[in-house]
């Protein structure tokens, strides 16, 4: 009986005297990484006081911050009471409890809380920073815009590795022992908000009022019309010919529709000519053909001396494009021999 209670005595003895890191909690694992891509990355707002640069972050907006994780201690305790976890983020304050809950870290796969903005000390990035460095990239780009353009619309940056996020978890002891404590950090993307600014909108360059078009004015397609009579002054032998030549100078290409009138108005058919470019071109050849009219008969002419048998004109009389004036091409003929009483016009 003596060696039995002696017994019991020094049992009890070897498990106080036994080293407590043997009954001791550990963190098994732990560690976090990012998420990919920028679908749950948390969301900093940066706007402009005065329209000017984006130079204030809202500190008023919910940032929820969520990274992967893996963590397990070494003893769970009933229930996993062992457990006890948080997420930090520097500059930032946590405004609501991290998931998931103290008993469900080892059954979860991530870790998101929600924090707000204060003054981002101990971050790699500077919001305000991003939101300038993007400004003057896209001025670059767009050289029609002034910086009032770009501020007035806003836009987002996709950041990657833009916060650093720590977790941090407890091990506790589920009996004689003790507690174990460790924490992970990871880098985590972030999308970066540069907010539209109204101030901008009103600073943005009126352009010059539009002036009103004027209508090009077509350079008139006739320069010149020369016409002369072949011989303008006859006297001599009837009947004779009077041939009329004459040319038109075009400023491009185009075409010319005219017509000879006499004095008596005898009229040509109307007739083209047409330019491929810049140009003078002869008219075709018109011609009368005049004799010595028979005593007492009237012929159409012009008033003059009645030393002369026939005097008369002609012109060319531009039709299209729209009437542009006419030239005249004088003729006097003295007929010296007798002839047949009869004035004819000839083409």
């Known amino acids: 009986m003596m060696n039995m209670h002696r017994l019991c005595w020094l049992v009890l003895i070897g498990i ?17 990484s990012p998420l990919d891509g920028y679908n749950d990355a ?10 000017e640069k984006w130079n204030a972050i809202d500190t008023s907006k919910a940032v929820k911050f969520k990274v992967k994780l893996n963590a397990e201690c070494r003893f769970e305790g009933k229930g996993n009471k062992a457990y006890e976890g948080d997420l930090i983020v520097e500059g930032f304050d946590i405004i ?40 003057t990239k896209r001025l670059s780009e767009n050289k029609d815009l002034t910086k009032y353009h770009i501020l007035s619309k806003g836009f987002t940056v996709n950041y990657p590795g833009a916060f650093k996020v720590k977790y941090r978890m407890y091990c506790r002891a589920t009996g004689i022992g003790k507690t174990d404590l460790g924490s992970d950090t990871t880098l985590v993307n972030a999308r970066i908000k540069c907010a539209a600014s109204d101030l901008a909108t009103e600073k943005i360059p009126k352009p010059p009022p539009r002036q ?12 010149t019309v020369t016409l002369k009579a072949d011989p303008s002054d006859y006297q001599g032998k009837c009947p004779v010919g009077i041939k009329f030549n004459g040319s038109i100078t075009a400023t491009r290409a185009g075409t010319v529709k005219y017509q000879y009138v006499s ?36 012929i159409a002419a012009a008033p003059g001396k009645s030393t002369w048998d ?7 009389d531009i039709l299209d ?27």
């Open 16 to 32: 106080i005297a036994a080293p407590s890191n043997a009954s001791a909690n550990t963190i098994k694992k732990l560690n976090i």
């Open 42 to 51: 948390p969301v900093v707002t940066v706007y402009s006081t005065n329209g």
């Open 96 to 135: 609501g409890d991290t998931d998931p809950a103290d008993f469900l870290i080892p059954h979860s796969k991530t870790a998101e809380a929600t924090f707000r903005y204060v003054d981002g000390a101990g971050q790699p990035i500077s919001p305000k920073s991003v939101c300038a460095t993007e400004l």
């Open 212 to 223: 009103k078009a004027k209508p090009a004015r077509l350079t008139a397609l006739v320069k």
């Open 263 to 298: 004095h008596d108005n005898k009229k040509s058919p109307e007739l083209t000519l047409k330019f491929d470019k810049a140009g003078t071109k002869t008219t075709r050849l018109w011609s009368r053909t005049l004799s010595k009219p028979e005593a007492g008969s009237k």
């Open 310 to 316: 026939h005097q008369g004109w002609y012109r060319i």
């Open 321 to 347: 494009p729209k009437p542009t004036g006419s030239v005249k091409a004088n003729y006097k003929v003295a007929c010296k021999a007798d002839t047949p009483a009869r004035a004819t016009i000839k083409q």
